[in-house]
């Protein structure tokens, strides 16, 4: 099988050749540190730009992934590198962001909205979702890719879907309180969110709608122990939007919803199903109550899951560990096909490089469907 064919048969529901494997995205990517040791393990070139600079991931060389065996390449929409790391910047939304004190990360330090009203809404300058710079040559090299390799081409928005830029405008405490007791502004908000999502991915999905097999969307409702909003919440106030923006992108594309959720989601599985999710991702071992084949018993024959080896513990233990890690998680998720095997995070700064080359060798030996 080819990557686009055995990913496409995992995302289908159906048994490959053996499991595929992903890294590189904005969400399961690698941090700028863990990248150069690997890089340097490797013996080449520290050459890459950051994509996401909050979290400073980095752009994999495409040497570094044809050398790992992976399936999946990724196009984004080219909004402007920035590898500086400046102790203080402020983001297009309006968003304060401080470097943590070890320099892995930026903080979010102010809040645009975190005083606002409704009426302040209307008058606060939104970015544009469709500055043609964003876009420019995407088409063709979508087309280029889809023609000239056999890898399964994925859409990476670089940007969260509704739920994390809502409290990264208004703060976190501070939103989740306007879930239950201001309403009003929390609805007008998600809104106007909702329609420059959806703004934003008819233009991205006009461009290389035609050849990506999977389109990628994050947002975090978990935390390690609990989702951060209950079923009730969730199903009232963000499903119905989310419902919204997939029957819209299903419009541009034949792809698959792809959603990255962290944490402890396995509570609001069933709606993000009915609300059009067909692949979960990183489906995290580690949160409560997301026990790897009890999801695949319960939800298997609507979702493909993506992720699931342990970044907490396994992909900072030994080799022999991570063997193991990588046999537990095929034989819970990669039963009877619909499992893609990726970490279930991005890969941190503490993280061996001989551990990260492990685990795609071990993928490739232990994954096959026999």
Known sequence: ????????????KSVPDRVPCDLGSSITGITRVALRGLLRHLDFKEEFHVIVKPLQLAEIPEEVLALLGIDTRYIRPCFPKDNDLEAEYED?????????????YYDMVDHPLKEGTVRELERFDWPDPLKDEYYRGLREQAKRMY?????????DPLVPALFEPAWYLRGMEKFLIDLVDNKTFAGRLLDILLEYQMQFFRRFLEEIGDYIQVIMFGDDFGTQNSPLLSPVLFREIIKPRYKRLYSTIKQYTRAKIFLHSCGAVEPLIPDLIDAGVEILHPVQPAARGMDHQLLKSRYGEKLCFWGGVDI?????SSVSDIQEEVNTRIRALGRGGGYVLAPAHNIQPDTPPENIVALYRFSKEEGEYR
Do not use: F, P
């Open 1 to 12: 099988m080819t990557s686009r064919e055995r990913v496409q048969c995992a995302i289908e």
């Open 92 to 104: 297009e939304w309006g968003v304060r962001r401080r470097l943590s004190s070890n320099g892995y």
């Open 147 to 155: 023609h000239e390799t056999d890898y399964a081409l994925v859409g």
């Open 312 to 316: 907490q513990k396994a992909l900072i």
